[in-house]
Every structure is written in structure tokens, then in C-alpha cells.
């Protein structure tokens, strides 16, 4: 399956979007290509960005469709006719349903700051903080029809020191969030990702 054809999902301010374009750019994203922004705001910061960056983007709102259904069968439309192969949610705030989930079953990916399957769904870092672990991280995982509950790809940890805050703590996942993300969509474009069961293997 060809996974090089990429459409990044993004529904705020899009630094993890402007993280794989840059990997694209720098020529790490493994022969993968970003070909499409999809963003349910089209006021969102994302938007600027894919402008700056020459990718083409698909700006809908959701509440201009009689349906989510009809909403997401226009995506789908679209991304069958640029041939997309992997979808990359990167702050994107919908959930998605059977009408996009099915026919990308296994082709798409989202990332979380949290090691999961702790700390799932909102505020995850808030969470962390909350609860008193002394190592949180991110996951990129597969997804599927629950919240964060897709078969795990990636995971990197990230040490909660004394004194955080949420803003802290988040300013030094999203950093470990900018280098994995381009990682594993660069392994995906290559072919050296692997899904059995619920096991993901990124081969080296």
C-alpha cells in the first residue's frame, strides 16, 4: 500500500502540521509527501500555514452541511481524487466516523500527549499533572472508532519535573511531538510500518 500520498488534518493553530512540512522540505519525510490540509476552521492559524507552505488545503465547515455524513463523503471525495493514502490527524477536534474510518481503515494516524492508553481523551496533560506521575510522553497510534484507543506505533517518554505547570509540561511534549510525528510518517511513506493484531512494528 502507498502510504507517501499524505493529508494532515488540523483544526487550530497547526504546529505539528508546520513540523512535518518542515520535515518535508529537509527532505525527512521519507519520500512522503503532504499533498492536503483538511481543517474544519478555515480561520484557523493551519490554514496560513499550508498557504505559506504551497499545500493545498480543503477548508470546510461542518455546520454548512446538512449532516456529518454529507460533511465527511465531501472529504472523502477528495481525498480519493488526490489519491491520498495516509491521513495525519494533527489537532484535528472532530471525531471521525464509519464514513471516513472505513474506507482509510489502517491508513490513519493520530498523535496524543500521553502515554497511553493513560491519560486518554481531553486535557491529557492536565491529567498527568493531576493524577502526580512522574513520566507522561506521546503516542502516535492508529485510529479507530473509540477516543484514543487505536492500536500504538510510537511512543517516547517525557519526565514530569518538579514545579511543572500545564504550560511547562506542554511546551516540552510538543517538542517531543515534533520530532516523533515526522519519524513515524516518515516509516509509514517509506513501507516500514507493520499492524498484527493490535502490534505495530516500525521496521528498521
Sequence with gaps: ????????????????????????????????????????????????????????????????????????????????RREIGLIVLAGYMRLITPVLLEPYAGRIVNIHPSLLPAFAGKDAIGQALEYGVKLTGVTVHFVDGGMDTGPVIAQRAVAVEDG????????????????????VVAAFAAGRVTLEGRVATIRA
Design 1 to 80: 500500500m502507498d502510504f507517501s500520498r499524505i493529508a494532515v488534518f488540523a483544526s487550530g493553530t497547526g504546529s505539528n502540521f508546520a513540523a512535518l512540512a518542515k520535515a518535508q522540505e529537509e527532505g525527512r519525510l521519507g519520500g512522503g509527501r503532504i499533498e492536503l490540509l483538511v481543517s474544519d476552521r478555515p480561520e484557523a492559524p493551519v490554514a496560513k500555514r499550508a498557504e505559506e507552505a504551497g499545500i493545498p488545503s480543503l477548508l470546510l465547515r461542518p455546520k454548512e452541511f446538512a449532516s456529518r455524513k454529507e460533511y465527511e463523503e465531501q472529504i472523502v471525495e477528495e481525498l480519493r
Design 164 to 183: 511543572d505547570t500545564a504550560d511547562t509540561l506542554a511546551q516540552r511534549i510538543h517538542e517531543v511531538e515534533y520530532e516523533l510525528y515526522p519519524e
